[in-house]
């Protein structure tokens, strides 16, 4: 059965670092698209950054310079590092493949900026 498991959120002061992993248990992992996601309270889900599978990244304008994603593939893993943090960053973090079709969303991240 495929599923994905978040971790890696917490509360942090404004300014903090924090770094997200994603197991991801698809076969297909190596050779996809993937990407990070994030669900602000009362907010669409919004996708934050993505990695094709050669590595090319590509990053929501408010988060660039900022957020990095990188990959593990042999781990099927994905990792958001993400930097100067701002309260508007504070959103529930979910990873998925960057395209059609989706896995099941897991139960995600909670991420909190606040001092």
């Known amino acids: 059965q495929v599923h994905i498991v978040e971790s890696g959120g917490g509360l942090v002061q404004p300014g903090g670092s924090l770094r997200l992993s994603c197991a991801a248990s698809?076969?297909?992992?190596?050779?996809?698209?993937m990407a990070w996601y994030r669900q602000a309270p009362g907010k669409e889900r919004e996708l934050v950054a993505s990695v094709t599978s050669g590595g090319n990244e590509n990053y929501k304008d408010s988060v660039k310079g900022r957020f990095t994603i990188s990959r593990d593939n042999p781990k099927n893993t994905l990792y958001l590092q993400m930097n100067s943090l701002k309260p508007e960053d504070t959103a529930v973090y979910y990873c998925?493949?960057?395209?059609?079709?989706?896995?099941?969303w897991g139960q995600g991240t909670l991420v909190t900026v606040s001092s």
């Open positions: 698809i076969s297909v992992f190596r050779i996809v698209s």
């Open positions: 998925n493949r960057a395209a059609p079709p989706l896995i099941a």
